[in-house]
């Protein structure tokens, strides 16, 4: 959330910056009205208590002097109801404000290229050899079927569509990723946390999905207004919500897997075959929580051990910097890691890497207590480290050999006990 202060200081400024997104943010003029409305009502309500109670206090003072007080009393009212009809714009003026600073993204970092949509990110670096295939390589989804490993016509039977059963090797390939990339983390001081799969509307609106991204949440028929979890990026930024953290206890490193719903209800018509774009999937998660002054530096640690794993598989991959047309809503600065995907003859996004900034932190209201003793916002940073089923993918497609069996990486046989997928 934009911090209130800033936006009335500098309205100008913050939505010249917000446009680069692409949209208009001129509603934002709006917003400093009211705000300044706001601290008018509040200044003129307390204005009007003191009078009350000043006038109160004469009622005793008329009686014991024996002279009417009528006209007490009809002021009385009569600030009451003042007071009620400024109470009532009030909570009118904030709800306007809240809604508008909900639906708000986030300022992108002054270093984020401008650009109009995801075809001008520019690539930042390339790592590792396309494969070379002397045969016609086949999809992830055909070679998935021919080995009897993933199954989405019984998948769609028990649920839907977009939804896949993994079987024997495939089921053990989900499960070794997820063991193999929580193993990286972990050693590297990531905290391992396993996180509820069901969140309510406080922690979806604290980490920025909610109200924008309503639409896209599996909502449950619960009075208490829960969802399945979108990500891990929400349970895991909401636990230290409504907290003021030691500074000695920053950063903080969490590492999470998660099982992830999503509506994909902007997506139809995209990625309709396959495990690329499910309604449930699996991620490995890296969440960060540190002083302002320290999370660029943090995002970038972050990017490299997201790396680390794409390159202890072997997979060939890119990393682009989003452009600010691109950007995520809650994000001022990302990175997505783009793996090669023979079937699309092209990259695919697989993870991303991003700061927040005190975005969240606001929304959620995470501070830490500095030096100095007075509360100050963190900084919340949160990437895939990586979405495993995408991985699955560029394992399957990358790996294929000419009879049909699927060659895994060598840091991946111990935890998969077999050399290949047959």
């Excluded at 706001?38 to 109670?53: P, S, T, W």
């Excluded at 990339?181 to 050693?187: F, G, L, S, V």
Aim: negative net charge; proline residues 5%.
């Amino acid at each position: 959330m934009l911090d209130m202060k800033t936006l009335r200081d500098n309205p100008e400024a913050i939505i010249k910056a917000l446009d680069r997104r692409g949209e208009s943010h001129a509603y934002l003029r709006d917003v400093v009205t009211d705000d300044e409305r706001r601290r008018e009502i509040i200044q003129r309500v307390e204005k009007l208590k003191a009078e009350h109670n000043e006038t109160s206090r004469m009622i005793g003072m008329r009686k014991r002097e024996g002279k009417p007080i009528q006209d007490i009393l009809d002021k009385i009212e009569e600030n009451k109801a003042t007071i009620k009809a400024l109470d009532d714009e009030l909570r009118a003026v904030n709800a306007r404000i809240d809604e508008a600073l909900l639906n708000t993204p986030n300022i992108p970092h002054a270093s984020v290229p401008f650009g109009k949509d995801e075809t001008e990110n520019p690539v930042l670096r390339t790592w590792g050899e396309k494969p070379v295939f002397d045969f016609e390589p086949e999809s992830h989804w055909d070679l998935g079927t021919a080995l009897d490993i993933l199954d989405f016509e019984r998948a769609a039977k028990i649920a839907a569509s977009r939804f896949v059963v993994y079987k024997g090797l495939g089921a053990r390939l989900e499960r070794a990723l997820i063991n193999f990339m929580m193993d990286m983390h972990t050693e590297k001081g990531y905290q391992e946390t396993l996180l509820p799969y069901i969140v309510n509307r406080d922690s979806m609106t604290a980490s920025g999905q909610f109200p924008k991204f309503e639409g896209d949440a599996f909502a449950l028929k619960d009075e208490r207004g829960l969802y399945l979890n979108p990500t891990a990026e929400v349970p895991a930024i909401n636990l230290h919500r409504d907290e003021i953290i030691a500074e000695k206890d920053l950063p903080i490193h969490y590492a999470a897997f998660t099982t992830a719903f999503r509506q994909e209800a902007g997506s139809a018509g995209r990625d309709t075959r396959g495990i690329i774009r499910l309604h449930q999937f699996n991620k490995v998660e890296l969440i960060k929580v540190t002083k302002p002054e320290d999370s660029y530096d943090a995002l970038e640690a972050m990017l490299k051990d997201s790396e680390a794993v794409l390159q202890a598989l072997n997979l060939p991959y890119r990393v682009v910097e989003l452009c600010t047309g691109d950007l995520g809503f809650a994000m001022a600065k990302t990175y997505d890691i783009e793996v090669w995907v023979p079937s699309y003859h092209g990259y695919r996004e697989i993870g991303s890497i991003s700061n927040a900034e005190s975005y969240q932190a606001r929304r959620a209201n995470i501070k830490y207590r500095t030096e100095s003793g007075k509360p100050a916002f963190v900084h919340t940073l949160n990437g895939s480290g990586l979405a495993v089923g995408r991985t699955v993918v560029a394992l399957l497609e990358n790996g294929q050999q000419k009879d049909g069996t699927i060659k895994l990486p060598d840091a991946l046989i111990p935890y998969m006990r077999v050399d290949k997928i047959t």
